[in-house]
T-cell receptor, first 115, second 107 residues
Framework: EAGVAQSPRYKIIEKRQSVAFWCNPI?????LYWYQQILGQGPKLLIQFQNNGVVDDSQLPKDRFSAERLKGVDSTLKIQPAKLEDSAVYLCASTISGQGNSEQYFGPGTRLTVT | QKEVEQNSGPLSVPEGAIASLNCTYS??????FFWYRQYSGKSPELIMFIYSNGDKEDGRFTAQLNKASQYVSLLIRDSQPSDSATYLC???????FGKGTSLLVTP
């Protein structure tokens, strides 16, 4: 079974530039999550999708971050414009369902450095 | 925001000892918890899931949940250097993660 795929693995940009990350979840997984993990901290949920609908985006900085999952499969997360404090690893995860006891499978992450 | 708190460590234990990792949570409605292990530069991987009061054992790992005290712990018996990692406690709702405890097992 293929795991959660993410690209790119690494990205370096200057502040005020824009960047996009891509995630392809495990086949058949209805729920997709984007997390931001700053060095030394636990993952922080940015947005949760159930199929192509948003379940929770309460912690997404909507003035600069956006995400979509148009066909209910893969997803993109965009930052525009980037700030220095956006430097972090962006993790994508998926589960079969959004039920509380569903195991999340994480992708390898995208390490973003904003200079 | 439903809070999950962990001591960031580092927790250092000698090889073969028992490592005890602890987590407290603020939401009394939380019914279950996950323990994830995260090696440096890698993504979190699930090691334990517990949903009922008491202990759950899986190999060298034992998770303990005390809903009355809002406390969940992870015990690692016969700790190995390969157990050195950050351990993340998470409540299910949107997987609200703690900051993680760094464990170092010294040979």
């Amino acid at each position: 079974e293929a795991g959660v795929a993410q690209s790119p693995r690494y990205k370096i940009i200057e502040k005020r530039q824009s960047v996009a990350f891509w995630c392809n979840p495990i086949s058949g997984h209805a729920t997709l999550y984007w997390y931001q993990q700053i060095l030394g901290q636990g993952p922080k949920l940015l947005i949760q999708f159930q199929n192509n609908g948003v379940v929770d985006d309460s912690q997404l900085p909507k003035d600069r971050f956006s995400a979509e999952r148009l066909k209910g499969v893969d997803s993109t997360l965009k930052i525009q414009p980037a700030k220095l404090e956006d430097s972090a690893v962006y993790l994508c995860a998926s589960t079969i369902s959004g039920q509380g006891n569903s195991e999340q499978y994480f992708g390898p992450g995208t390490r973003l450095t904003v200079t | 925001q439903k809070e999950v708190e962990q001591n960031s460590g580092p927790l250092s234990v000698p090889e073969g000892a028992i490592a005890s990792l602890n987590c407290t949570y603020s939401d009394r409605g939380s019914q279950s918890f996950f323990w994830y292990r995260q090696y440096s530069g890698k993504s979190p991987e699930l090691i334990m899931f517990i949903y009922s009061n008491g202990d759950k054992e899986d190999g060298r790992f034992t998770a303990q949940l005390n809903k009355a005290s809002q406390y969940v712990s992870l015990l690692i018996r016969d700790s190995q250097p390969s157990d050195s990692a950050t351990y993340l406690c998470a409540a299910p709702h949107a997987l609200n993660f703690g900051k993680g405890t760094s464990l170092l097992v010294t040979p």
